[in-house]
């Protein structure tokens, strides 16, 4: 019993040093963090088809897709950065797709936009390996370039990197945001043409990943993970910021909508705690084996 539990310590001390692997972590953490974050990125997105054809009865499905990076992810609280682009050699991108537009609604100043479903993989990958592969450049045509077609899951420079791989996968979660209770992302608009500016907003729910145990936490409404909430601009219009530096103006690729704004969550250092626990539990074990040796 005692060399079991020995042997169970140091298995699960190995195996959280395995999971606290350098490609991720956080740093200047304040004193009493409580793990509230916001996650700064920049973003590109498209609508499958015209959302006009909504107001005139279309029947064509149509779906919202895009590609972030990240730039940050900050403390709210003290305003530190506690990840930025390039930690540990690495960056975090994601792609996201599935956002099906159920109802457009003419309302005062613009148009409710309200959608269900959709899917977000997140990948963390070498410095670089975005850009290198022409970053937001690639535009509507980047969910061919890497083998597949749009609105699914790929995009060349994201998934598939070679020395890259999986960081959260994450699904639109249904909790009431509007009367309807189906859907998953609620948003306005100021036009259905370009430009188009607006806002909108969602929650998700971590559904799978390598780092799901440190997102995972229900804090949300409805027992949701993160909330996101943004704002629109039109690539090209005055205050709609370059992203040159993240490989590519902004109106490279034909990506009419950007935005990048917070999503909101709270991380949980669960790799660390498992470790504290592994030796702990090693300390117990390593005593017990000392006794029954005197």
Request: net charge negative.
């Amino acid at each position: 019993m005692k060399r079991t539990l020995l042997t169970a310590a140091i298995a699960l001390a190995a195996s959280a040093g395995a999971l606290a692997a350098p490609t991720f972590g956080l740093k200047n953490l304040p004193s009493g963090w409580d793990g509230s974050f916001e996650i700064k990125f920049q973003n590109m997105e498209a609508f499958t088809g015209d959302l006009t054809s909504f107001v005139n009865q279309a029947t064509t499905p149509i779906y919202n897709y895009g590609v972030a990076k990240l730039s940050s992810i900050v403390d709210p609280g003290s305003g530190n950065t506690i990840w930025a682009d390039g930690d540990n050699g690495a960056e975090i991108t994601l792609i996201f797709n599935n956002i099906s537009v159920k109802t457009v609604t003419p309302i005062l100043g613009g148009f409710q936009v309200d959608s269900t479903g959709g899917l977000m993989s997140m990948f963390i990958n070498p410095m670089g390996a975005f850009s290198a592969a022409g970053g937001f450049a690639q535009g509507l045509g980047g969910y061919a370039t890497g083998g597949c077609l749009i609105n699914q899951l790929c995009y060349n420079g994201i998934s598939g990197v070679a020395g890259g791989g999986a960081f959260l996968d994450l699904a639109w979660a249904a909790v009431g945001i509007v009367a309807d209770p189906t859907v998953t992302v609620h948003g306005t608009f100021t036009s259905l043409t370009t430009p188009q500016t607006g806002t909108a907003q969602g929650y998700l729910n971590v559904t799978g990943g390598p780092y799901a145990a440190n997102f995972d936490t229900n804090g949300q409404l409805g027992g949701s993970d993160l909330f996101s909430q943004n704002d629109f601009c039109t690539p090209g219009q005055i205050g709609c910021v370059n992203l040159a530096a993240a490989g590519g103006s902004p109106a490279a690729g034909g990506w009419p909508l950007r935005s990048n704004d917070p999503v909101r969550g709270a991380f949980v250092p669960e790799p660390g705690t498992l470790g504290l626990v592994g030796l702990a539990l090693l300390g117990i074990g390593a005593g017990a084996v000392r006794r029954r040796r005197g």
